[in-house]
């Protein structure tokens, strides 16, 4: 986290945290994944739903065994590299590489992005989990570089890893987010936010309204912790604070870090953001200690900033608590599930006229309420009545935009009709959306139409 009196700290801005809802009513609004398929198509489609619907996968629990495996090769390489990992130092590209190595092995997509600061390169990780809906992004973030006096293991190895152990299992579980996940580990948070700057910057006003929030974790391990939740926004606030409620952890709002790491930009753009802090050097109160433990009158994390921030530096209980509220937060916003979402049916009844040797017709089925993308083994149902289907070329067009073969014209094909149920990989699109069925009548001579249509995710 930036110093106080950090080079470049952006204004405080304090709001009224708004009344809150509580629990159950603020999940199941974020949610958002109860029957919704009943009046998710147009009325000249009819909709239908084989199962019933599907409740979102819980969050697993995050191994801190392994949040601290990864603590355990940032210090590695600090002491490898000067005893820090710090922007414009060889111990922070080598971080860079340690942490990407992990998500390309586990099937993140990875972008690294560069930036100038200090006349020293810079560099930002982004990893982004294939599938959800891209129009809606959860989005976690950490800063990965240290200062240049130490080795930066609470400061902020500990989101790193935090962020870093949660994806993996976000890989290891196979899960289907709803809407799209991606990480972020920040280059020169501590020279003034200066990677995230530059992300937000250079994201176009599109992409950036496609975020849904933005959640933070700098400092999760803090050795006299406190459990510290942002108030930027009351919803993100809550899905932190429900999680804690269900451990019996008291939480304060935190207060301490406002502006003062990498959520700042993200809020100026107008990103909703969220995330959790243990504490750095403000004093830990007898309050505070009498509910979280710890010692009273000392700072939350003695070693802020110094040279002692190592692998010692860090309270395993707050490192666990908190990557386990990471993991439920990246859950419960993306409202995913661990197995494909199968059997619900969309269809289309609407007679569509198919002109002999004409242009294409399209009868479009409105999928809603489907979470994630189609499955592998999409099954498009047709019923086409057709004098002579031979003539007939038929595709199935993906709310991408993508078409998918289902039949070519035949000069020998003679019978009629098409009633034919065919499987199609539009695992790459989108479930939620416009498909269409594209029919065309490639010869002269006979005639029909498109009687129904139907799609089984
Ligand atoms: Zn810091």
Not at 41 to 60: I, Q
Not at 109 to 123: D, K, L, P
Not at 147 to 160: L, P, Q, T, W
Not at 260 to 278: C, I, Q
């Amino acid at each position: 986290m930036l110093e106080l009196n950090g080079p470049t700290l952006p204004r405080r801005s304090r709001r009224a945290t708004a009344l809150l809802a509580t629990g159950a009513a603020v999940t199941a609004a974020l949610l958002g994944v109860s029957s919704v398929q009943a009046n998710a198509v147009p009325t000249t489609a009819a909709a239908t739903t084989a199962t019933a619907g599907k409740t979102a996968a819980a969050a697993p629990d995050i191994s801190v065994a392994n949040v601290k495996a990864h603590l355990n090769q940032l210090q590695s390489i600090a002491t490898a590299n000067g005893g820090n990992r710090a922007h414009g130092r060889s111990g922070y590209k080598a971080s860079v590489d340690y942490v990407k190595g992990k998500l390309d092995a586990a099937g993140f997509t990875t972008t690294v992005q560069q930036f100038t600061s200090n006349g020293s390169t810079g560099y930002n990780l982004i990893a982004d989990w294939p599938g959800g809906d891209a129009d809606h992004v959860i989005f976690a973030g950490a800063h990965l570089g240290s200062v240049s006096r130490g080795a930066g293991i609470n400061d902020n190895g500990s989101g790193s890893a935090g962020i870093l152990e949660v994806a993996l299992t976000v890989a290891k579980e196979g899960y289907k987010p709803g809407k799209h996940l991606r990480f972020a580990w920040w280059g020169a948070e501590e020279l003034g936010l200066v990677g995230s700057q530059n992300y937000v910057r250079q994201l176009p006003a599109a992409e950036r309204s496609k975020i849904d929030a933005y959640l933070n974790f700098d400092m999760i391990g803090s050795p006299n912790p406190g459990y510290f939740v942002y108030d930027d926004d009351p919803q993100l606030e809550g899905v932190f604070k429900d999680y804690f409620a269900t451990k019996n952890i008291s939480t304060e709002i935190e207060t301490e870090g406002d502006g003062r790491s990498d959520h700042a930009p993200f809020k100026n753009a107008g990103v909703r953001v969220g995330g959790l802090f243990s504490g750095a050097d403000y004093t830990k109160t007898s309050a505070q200690a009498a509910k979280w433990g710890g010692t009273a009158g000392q700072p939350f994390d003695r070693c802020y900033h110094s040279s002692c921030d190592t692998t010692a530096n860090i309270n395993d209980t707050a490192l666990d608590n908190n990557s386990d509220a990471i993991a439920h937060a990246v859950w419960t916003l993306s409202g995913g599930s661990t197995t494909p979402p199968t059997g619900k049916v969309f269809e289309s009844k609407s007679q569509v006229t198919i002109p002999d040797a004409g242009a294409a017709v399209e009868s479009s089925i409105t999928v809603a309420g489907v979470q994630g993308n189609a499955p592998t083994g999409l099954k498009a149902t047709v019923d086409i009545r057709h004098s002579y289907r031979g003539d007939l070329v038929i595709d199935l067009v993906g709310p991408s935009g993508k078409a998918y073969r289902l039949k070519n014209s035949s000069t020998n094909d003679s019978a009629a009709n098409v009633t034919e149920t065919y499987t199609v990989n539009a695992s790459a699109e989108t479930a939620n959306g416009t498909w269409k069925l594209r029919v065309q009548d490639v010869a002269a001579q006979d005639s029909g139409h498109i009687s129904s249509w139907k799609l089984t995710f």
